[in-house]
Structures are given as C-alpha cells and as structure tokens.
C-alpha cells in the first residue's frame, strides 16, 4: 500500500511539500483544485502546474480528494447533464497527469460536520468533535455554518465551499422532495454515465462515506453501513466502482463493525483508498477525534490494519484527521504534526504485521 498526506495545495495549507516529503514511508500526497467550485472542469493546463510543483518535490500525485459533486448532479436535475459532462471531462485531465483515484462523496449540501473544531483534550491538545445533542438543537442550519466557519479562522474548511453555504436556504428547499431513494438513483445515474470514461482512463471512483454516518438536518444519507455501501457497488457493477474506507467517517456508528466491512470489500477488490483514524465515542451520537493511537479511542487500529493486509490491500492510505498539537497553528484536522504522528504509528503496525506473517 501507499502512504499518502493530504495537502491542499501551496496557496491553501501551510504545510509545505519539504516537510511532507520528510515524513517516513511517505509516497505522495492527496491533493486538489480547492478554489474551484463544484462542477467546473479542472483546466489541464493547471493540473500539470500542480503535478509538476508535487513531483518536484519527490512526491507523487496519484490520488484526488475531492472533485466534489455538483448539488445539482445530487439533486437530479436536467442542469445535470452538463455537470456530468464537465466531470467526465475533469476525469480525462486527470489521466493525463498519472492520476489513479478520485475520492467523491454524494453527501446533500453538507461535507462532514463537526459541532466543535477546538475542543480541549486533557493532554492540552485540540481536537473536532460532534454531539449530535447540539445539532438537534439548532433551528437554522446556515447560524450554525455560519459560527463553524468563523471558527476555521483564516482558512476555508474542505467541502464547505463558500458558494455552496450561500444558498443553504435554497438547497434545503430543493432538498424537501428528495428522498433516499431518490438521492440513490441519482447516484446511479451519474455513475452510470461517468464510469465508463472511468474505465477508460483506469482512474477508479472511492466514495467516501457520510460523516457522522447518518442523516443529519432531515437531509437524507445513503453511504453509511456495509449495506449501503454494498447497494452503492452493485448499482452499477464495474471495478472502478471503488469506496474510501473511512474509519473515523463509518465507525462513529458502532454498529460499524470496520474489520468487517474492510474484509468483505477488500476480498472484493473495491477499497481503492483507506482514512485510517481513531475517534472516541463518548456516548452514542457524540465523539471526538483522538491521536491515532488504539487505545486513545474506540477503534482497534491494529485489526483494522490487519484486516488490510489479510485481503492484500494495494490501495492508498492515508493518516486522517489529527489533533491540534505542539501549539500548531493550521487547518483544523489538518495540522502536519499528529498526522505524522498517525503515520509513523500506522507504519509500524504495517511492519510488525509483516514480520509477523514470516
Ligand atoms: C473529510 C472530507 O475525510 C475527510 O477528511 O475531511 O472532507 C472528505 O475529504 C470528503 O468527504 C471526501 O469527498
Ligand atoms: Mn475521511
């Protein structure tokens, strides 16, 4: 498998390609277009720009996350038609620079969601969290985008695009007639018409799943348990039909066995990417990001990472989201030190899971 680190980019994050390049068994980073709103062709002539900044500094560029999708894809409409010509066309840019997967999610206006960016640990670090007890409470949706973007302080926060939280009002009216099951022929429908060229670029699809894995704001959810994510394959059947393994995304559901769902879509040869992160569950519906570590948090990261290599995951890997440690000051989630920490930690579960086998 492949070590990746996301960055968003030398005009996005603060962590620059030198440092990542340093971190031990790294192979590339996950990166995108962060600037360009959903449904827009990502131009060649930029991607070759950021290829060439990434692999300069000894780094590969492989894997996409996100090219997000339009709402308009999402919400089935005729404007559709046009947004998934564009992607398709973004697909084939993408070939042309060496890309292999791209990590989508078909969440209704809401990329992950957290309550709080800044929660206090005990060891002094900060981290995301969720209670859902809070999100019950709130009345008006655009309030509360409103309070976690002031909170993200100079930077934009990933699937929070600015132009899609200023009609929050409009997308939830669109949203009312829209069902699952409505929600999932939509997806259908924008496979089925992208795969294809998906195949023809061998660039495969990874899904990420909803996060928290539920509905949230009477929004419907549809990637969120082993089934879902079995019905989300099989509607349309083609190998670059793939899943981003998200442990921290499904697992805040402890109905969520992760070992499991990775064995049984890893056999199957559909995990194209993995998040590999810890979180603590404190309460049902309530959790917080914790280091990478087993027993910092609920997850048992040695047998999710065994449950790889016993189905000869090849894929892309990442450290997911990190603390706020060694008084760092970054993108929430996506600080450079406990990231690294979550590599160095994942590394050498990969290693003694090795020799193990010998
Ligand atoms: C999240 C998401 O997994 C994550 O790190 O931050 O923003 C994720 O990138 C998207 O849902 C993928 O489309
Ligand atoms: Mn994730």
Same mark, same amino acid.
């Given at each position: 498998?492949?070590?990746? =680190?996301?960055?968003?980019? +030398?005009?996005?994050?603060?962590?620059?390609?030198?440092?990542?390049?340093?971190?031990?068994?790294?192979?590339?980073?996950?990166?995108?277009?962060? $600037?360009?709103? #959903?449904?827009?062709?990502?131009? /060649?002539?930029?991607?070759? !720009?950021? !290829?060439?900044?990434?692999?300069?500094?000894?780094?590969?560029?492989?894997?996409?996350?996100?090219?997000?999708?339009? *709402?308009?894809?999402?919400?089935?409409?005729? +404007?559709?038609? @046009?947004?998934?010509?564009?992607?398709? *066309?973004?697909?084939?840019?993408?070939?042309?620079?060496?890309?292999?997967?791209?990590?989508?999610?078909?969440?209704?206006?809401?990329?992950w969601?957290r309550t709080?960016?800044?929660r206090?640990l005990s060891d002094?670090s900060?981290t995301m969290s969720y209670d859902q007890?809070?999100?019950?409470?709130?009345?008006?949706? @655009? !309030?509360?985008?409103?309070?976690?973007?002031?909170?993200?302080?100079?930077?934009?926060?990933?699937?929070?695009?600015?132009?899609?939280? #200023?009609?929050?009002?409009?997308?939830?009216?669109?949203?009312?007639?829209?069902?699952?099951?409505?929600?999932?022929?939509?997806?259908?429908?924008?496979?089925?018409?992208?795969?294809?060229?998906?195949?023809?670029?061998?660039?495969?699809?990874?899904?990420?799943p $909803?996060d928290p894995p539920w509905?949230? =704001?009477? /929004?419907?959810?549809?990637?969120n348990s082993?089934?879902?994510?079995?019905?989300?394959?099989?509607?349309?059947?083609?190998?670059?039909?793939?899943?981003?393994l998200c442990t921290g995304s499904l697992g805040s559901n402890p109905d969520n066995h992760l070992p499991e769902i990775i064995?049984?879509?890893?056999?199957?040869?559909?995990?194209?990417?993995v998040h590999a992160r810890n979180l603590k569950i404190e309460k049902p519906g309530k959790f917080y990001e914790s280091s990478h570590l087993s027993r910092d948090g609920s997850f048992d990261m040695y047998e999710i990472m065994k449950a /790889?290599? *016993?189905?000869?995951? $090849?894929?892309?890997?990442?450290p997911d989201h990190g603390r706020?440690?060694?008084?760092?000051?970054?993108?929430?989630g996506?600080?450079? =030190?406990d990231?690294?920490?979550g590599? #160095?930690y994942l590394?050498?579960i990969?290693?003694?899971?090795?020799?193990?086998?010998?």
């Amino acid at each position: 498998m492949k070590m990746t =680190f996301r960055w968003y980019g +030398s005009s996005m994050d603060p962590i620059p390609l030198k440092y990542i390049r340093q971190i031990p068994g790294i192979t590339g980073v996950v990166t995108s277009l962060m $600037d360009l709103p #959903a449904g827009e062709v990502w131009p /060649l002539e930029r991607l070759m !720009k950021l !290829k060439q900044e990434v692999n300069k500094a000894g780094l590969e560029l492989e894997v996409i996350e996100s090219v997000n999708v339009h *709402e308009d894809i999402k919400l089935g409409l005729a +404007s559709r038609e @046009q947004y998934i010509e564009n992607y398709k *066309e973004t697909i084939r840019n993408l070939k042309e620079i060496g890309v292999k997967v791209i990590c989508y999610n078909f969440m209704p206006v809401f990329d992950w969601t957290r309550t709080s960016l800044d929660r206090v640990l005990s060891d002094g670090s900060n981290t995301m969290s969720y209670d859902q007890d809070i999100i019950n409470k709130i009345t008006d949706p @655009q !309030k509360f985008a409103d309070e976690i973007q002031n909170q993200t302080g100079e930077f934009e926060m990933a699937g929070w695009e600015p132009e899609r939280m #200023a009609e929050l009002k409009r997308l939830f009216q669109a949203y009312e007639t829209v069902s699952h099951e409505q929600l999932k022929e939509n997806l259908k429908y924008f496979l089925e018409a992208i795969l294809p060229v998906c195949e023809e670029c061998d660039i495969k699809m990874a899904m990420h799943p $909803d996060d928290p894995p539920w509905d949230i =704001f009477g /929004l419907p959810r549809i990637a969120n348990s082993l089934e879902s994510f079995e019905e989300i394959i099989s509607m349309a059947d083609s190998p670059y039909n793939c899943i981003t393994l998200c442990t921290g995304s499904l697992g805040s559901n402890p109905d969520n066995h992760l070992p499991e769902i990775i064995r049984h879509f890893g056999r199957k040869k559909r995990i194209a990417f993995v998040h590999a992160r810890n979180l603590k569950i404190e309460k049902p519906g309530k959790f917080y990001e914790s280091s990478h570590l087993s027993r910092d948090g609920s997850f048992d990261m040695y047998e999710i990472m065994k449950a /790889l290599n *016993e189905t000869g995951f $090849d894929g892309y890997i990442r450290p997911d989201h990190g603390r706020m440690i060694w008084d760092e000051h970054g993108r929430a989630g996506y600080g450079l =030190f406990d990231r690294a920490l979550g590599i #160095a930690y994942l590394n050498g579960i990969q290693e003694s899971i090795e020799k193990q086998k010998k």
